[in-house]
């Protein structure tokens, strides 16, 4: 029997997509640019085989010839331009396991997408299956238990808004859009984690689907191993269709940025760190080195969750070095996590660090980098203290669990000109930074490879090999920051 080429059957899949959906076949050349895909053994999947399988799904099934597939195959960072052969909307599990079940059988790449926020562009892959699971996204909660039960298709702002109407909130990212699952899966770092801890810490229990079709529970009582395997270890063991949450009683906070005159980064950065030093569980800060025409400049966004008279006692350091904005104030605590992130999705590159300490040395790195920075990049700084580092490095798959501080090195380009300086950029501050960092947070990498999964996991990789083994010992979910089987 003739072998089919790579380039044939991308030609094919993307035929057979077009006559799914009726477009005629003429339509699609193969200068339409479906870029290459990554498997080599993939057997070519026919028209009739694509509507077959279509048919069968509740959702969606978008394919290259669909008006909405531009869209559709859209992620947050812009730098990732992939061209997947199908996009699953799926609207339950069943239509997730059909969705893993075909991409298996026909040996196609497989995406898994909940808000598409992956910093290195995981939610979507080149001539493969993408299973987007957007429209799964209710969240319902039992007020009397405190716990939160949401689709995995949940955003963080989906999760805020159901458990803000009855004053209660779980630790979530800084970020509305963000997708629940990725977030928790990786971890989970958020305004409330000195307080309750991560997100993953607040993680009652997942449902998932495991690739061979399975459905099972991970909890601390079913399925204990993969329930820690799922707190830190992100998405290589399942997909996730469910998770539960512990919720808290939250209101408001006091909440807001202070932001200083450019200059000063070395006596501010050691002001944020003495302050982190000595804040309580209910003070959260984030700081944020930005480069700006006058120099960079230093910003940090605080939240209080306690008594905000005592909030604001705390707060008078940071204001005696005489911020020159300040926008503290009162509001609840759904609209400060609405409002924390201002960057709309863009092609970016950003990488991180954890640093258990920000010593005089690694300040200094920092600020002569600032001072020599592209336009449109900026250090994110992180404390961690608190609730999140009385967990054990070993009790989730998680291993942030010192204090420290976590770095988000970024840079975002509006044109492909400007694209070297600011990869550059990043990469070299990260590599001046490697001697002082001890670990890195796997859900802020905008890119992969061995070393840096191992350095993400730490003594923690050894067992997470082992359950992947288990559930997973094919890789077929390997569009990630890959734990791999052996
Ligand atoms: C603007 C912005 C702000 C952010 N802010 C924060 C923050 O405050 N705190 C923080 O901790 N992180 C933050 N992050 C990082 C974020 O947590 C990760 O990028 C996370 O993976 C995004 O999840 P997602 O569902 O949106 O992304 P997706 O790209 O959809 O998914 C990312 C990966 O998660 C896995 N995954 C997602 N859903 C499932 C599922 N149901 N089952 C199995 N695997 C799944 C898959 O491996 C997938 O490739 C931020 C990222 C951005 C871009």
Redesign the pocket.
Known sequence: MAQTTRRQFIRQTTLAAAALRGAPLTALTPEWGVAEIAEQNAAPVDAKTMRKFASAITGSVITPAAPEYESARQ???RAFDRRPALIVQCAGASDIARALEFAQRHNLPL??????????????CDGGVV?D?SRMNQVKVDVSKRVARAD??S?VRDMDQATQRFGLATT????P???????T??????LLMSKYG??CDNLISAQ?LTVDGRQVEASQTSNPDLFWAIRGG????????ALEYQLHPITDVLAGTLTYPPGRIPELLQAFVKFVATAPDEMNVVGEVLPTAEGPRFHMFCCYCGDPQQGTELLKPLRALKPQQDNIRVASYLETQAT??P?APAAHF?TDLFLPQLTADAIATITTAANNAPPNTRVFI?ALSGAVTRVGASETAFPLRQPGFELDIMGRWLDPYGKTSVVEWVRSLRDKLQPFAHGV?V??LGDTSEDLVRAAYGSNYARLVEIKKKYDPKNV?R???NIQPG
Not at 172 to 175: A, E, K, Q, V, W
Not at 177 to 183: D, E, H, K, N, S
Not at 185 to 190: P, Q, T
């Open positions: 992620v947050f960072n995406a898994v997408r909940g808000g598409g926020h992956s910093r290195a562009g995981f939610g979507v299973i699971l995995a298709g955003l979530m990212g800084g970020c859009t963000v997708g629940i699952a990725g977030l899966l990786g971890g989970g770092e958020g991560a997100a998932l992100g998405g290589n063991f399942g997909v996730v269709t924390i992130n960057y950003q992180v947070y859900n802020q979910l569009i990630n920051q």
